[in-house]
Structures are given as C-alpha cells and as structure tokens.
C-alpha cells in the first residue's frame, strides 16, 4: 500500500502539473569477444540479472518496480514512472516526471561489461518538457543531458528535430555497430524499428477513465468547469450538471484497459500487465509479435498537462494504420510521431519512408535525419487535430510553449514588462487565435 506521503506527493502531482514526456535509452550490446549477439541464450545476457538487480538500478531513478513478467524473448517490468524492457542483448527503459533516468546508465555498462558484453549502439532521446523547470540535474536541459553523455561516450551525436518553438524532439546517439564483415561485404545488422506517438490534450471523456473518482483530483480533466462536480457527487461518481460531461470512472485497471480499447490496438498481441494510479494515471506493457517485441502505454488525465504515449519496437511494413487507430483511441488535440527505421527493416525493405495520414489531422511539420550511410533514418512528424473537427471552435484558442532555460539563455536579456525580448518575441510569435 502506498504511504501517506506518496499519496501526497501524486495529489500534490496532479494539481501542479505532471511531466507526461518520457525520457528514454536503449542500449544495445554484443560480447566483447566479437560472436553475433544471435548466439546468446534467449535467457541469456542481460536477463541473467533478476529482478533484485534492476530494482536496485530503478532506484536510482527515484522509482520502484510495480510489476514483473517474464516473457519468452524479453522480461516486461513495470515502474513507478514507466516501463523497462530487457532482452538477452539490449535494454529498453523510458521514465516520465522528474526521474533522473541517466544516472543508471554507468551501472548498466558495467553490469554488461561483468558478463562479458559491451555496448554497441546507444541512443537517449525525449520530447521537449511541458515543465522544464521541475527537473533535476542532469535533466535540466539537453545541454546538460549532452554533457553527462559525452563524458560517457565521448563520440556520441546530439540532434534536435522538428522546431525549437513548438513541439520538438531531442536525440543522442552513439553508434559502435561493426558493419562489415571479415571478407569486407556488408553484413546485414540494422533490422529494427520502433515507433513513438506523443499525444497531447487528450479527449476528456477518454481522459476520465484514467482517473480515480475523487473530489479533489475529478475536476482537473475538465476546463472551464465542463464537467464540474461536487464534492459529494464525485464521490459518488456522479455528474451533477445533466448537461456537462457525464463523469464515468473505471473500477479496475482491467475495466479501463477494455473500455478505452487499448487491449484491441496490436491485433497480434496482448497485455502483459497494467496498472491504474492513485489518484490518477495509468501504464501498461504488452507484447506483440510471436512475443518478440513490446508496446506500452503511459497516461497522464489531467487536463492542464494531459498526455498518453504509445510505443513499440513491433516489425511491420508501415505504422500507419497502427497510428490511426492509437490517434483515434485517445483523441489528443495534438501529437508528434518518431519512427526509427533500420535500413534492413521491414519498413525500410518494403519502400520509402513517408509520413501518416491521420484522420481529422493536418500535418503541421516532418523532420526527416539519415544517419550514417543510410544505416537508419529518423522520421518525426508534428500534427494538429483540424479546426472542423473541434465542434467549429477551432483548435486552439491560446497556446503557449515553455522554453527550456538552455534556449532563452541564448538569447538577449534585456527585459520588458518583466520579459526578456526574446520571451516577449516569442510569446508574440506562438500565441494565436485559430480560425474556424
């Protein structure tokens, strides 16, 4: 059960604002003595180490492990902030709120470096932050995330895709892959892809059932007292206002894992297992493909910061129809896509890369980087739910996009009105009224 504390602390959370965006490594290994990673046991490598271990590295994090299940090809864990998945040759972890996700990096390498691995691939990656303010060292801006690394892996590459003035993705990679072989042919290793769905302002009748029926945390999935309760009747789980939004809550992570229709997304997959926060919020892990890949869900209902994520390492020809129907379970006012395509992938195999079409959704930028001699490519996409499909109201009133300090302190001080010129310019250039 949890602490009164910790219980505080998430109201505390849902009040003020909770960082939905996940930070996120993948660190891919292969032995030291230069054997193809295909050799080690299914159980092998870096699932040698139990569950006692990676508690030990979640907490170095600030988080604890809230669910355990192995599966054939990779072990599922999920977490106080997120999920963390580990295969014989590779570890995937993603933690949202203030976590410090990079201070378990130097215990992972030398984990794998104690049995006889070494790292071949690293990438750290994340979305801008809604509140950049609230994290802690070395997440307090990508500059300082960039230093942290290099002082690991001095060669390593930092990106920033999509505008620095709206939604954006932050990328750093590290590439050790040997990709020729003894006879100097090409040997065919980048065979990967995943895909990231970062939605935003997500539907509030989807929102709710993400949310415990409480009177103090209920009103924050609505704005402007839409769907506004009493203390008695959101106790009760009721609505008082018979023309609001009628208010319907879930009694188990179960009913809410079906109601939304997340169980339905990966036709060839399953929910490995789920979890429904106190007082609010929700993750899942899952997996998919004849139980090789992975896909997790991670939500954040309130409405002044909500959020829902999806993501997957699943091997198909196009994401397409995949983001639709993710898109069209929650509803986000607006959203960005990563997919990183391996030039052997299935996606890159079957022809060019290009971006989605959603549904009641205009695209409103796509960042296309290769890297290497086209060894994979990173496409990111930033859409915008279409005026015509907000009830006439078009889609956004007021919008404004907090910078990162690392940005603003790049720019002139000089201060008016008590902003800097840049901030005055900036709020000037992203604030507007949407057209019908």
């Not at 892996?153 to 892959?177: C, E, K, N």
Request: hydrophobic share 35%; with cysteine.
């Amino acid at each position: 059960m949890p602490s009164a504390n910790m219980l505080a602390d998430k109201y505390d959370e849902a009040l003020e604002g909770f960082e939905g965006a996940e930070k996120k490594m993948e660190i891919d290994f292969v032995p030291i003595t230069g054997e193809d990673p295909e050799t080690l046991p299914v159980d092998g490598g870096m699932r040698q180490y139990r569950r006692e271990f990676w508690s030990d590295v979640v907490a170095l994090l600030n988080g604890t492990i809230l669910l355990h299940d192995p599966q054939e090809r990779f072990d599922a864990y999920l977490i106080s902030e997120s999920s963390l998945f580990v295969y014989n040759d590779r570890v995937i972890i993603l933690t949202c709120g203030t976590t410090l996700l990079l201070k378990t990096l130097p215990t992972m390498i030398q984990a794998a470096k104690d049995i006889g691995l070494e790292v071949s691939w690293f990438q750290y990656s994340r979305k801008n932050f809604l509140f950049p303010e609230k994290q802690q060292f070395p997440h307090t801006s990508f500059d300082h995330e960039v230093d942290f690394l290099h002082k690991i892996f001095p060669q390593g590459r930092p990106f920033v895709m999509g505008p620095m003035t709206s939604d954006h993705w932050y990328l750093f990679v590290a590439d050790f892959i040997r990709r020729e072989s003894v006879n100097g042919n090409r040997k065919i290793v980048d065979k990967d892809q995943m895909l990231n769905v970062y939605m935003y302002d997500i539907d509030p009748t989807v929102a709710q059932l993400f949310m415990r029926a409480d009177s103090l945390i209920l009103p924050s999935i609505f704005r402007d007292g839409e769907g506004e309760v009493d203390a008695a009747d959101a106790d009760a789980g009721k609505d008082s206002n018979a023309n609001a939004n009628t208010t319907d809550f879930c009694a188990s992570t179960e009913e809410a894992t079906q109601r939304a229709g997340i169980d339905k997304l990966m036709p060839d997959g399953a929910v490995v297992h789920s979890h429904l926060f106190e007082p609010c919020g929700y993750s899942m892990n899952g997996q998919a493909g004849n139980g090789a890949a992975y896909w997790t869900i991670h939500i954040t209902p309130e409405a002044h910061c909500s959020y829902a994520s999806f993501e997957t390492n699943h091997l198909c020809p196009s994401y397409h129809d995949l983001i639709q129907r993710v898109v069209a379970t929650f509803r986000p006012k607006r959203l960005t896509t990563v997919e990183h395509i391996d030039q052997d992938s299935c996606i890159s195999t079957a022809g060019p890369v290009l971006p989605a079409e959603i549904d009641g959704y205009n695209m409103n930028g796509r960042t296309l980087n290769e890297f290497g001699c086209k060894d994979y490519v990173v496409q990111m996409c930033n859409f915008q739910l279409r005026a015509d499909e907000a009830n006439g109201e078009g889609v956004v009133t007021s919008l404004t996009i907090r910078c990162e300090p690392w940005l603003m302190k790049a720019h002139s001080t000089t201060l008016v009105d008590g902003r800097s010129n840049f901030e005055n310019d900036f709020v000037n250039r992203v604030k507007w009224v949407a057209s019908e």
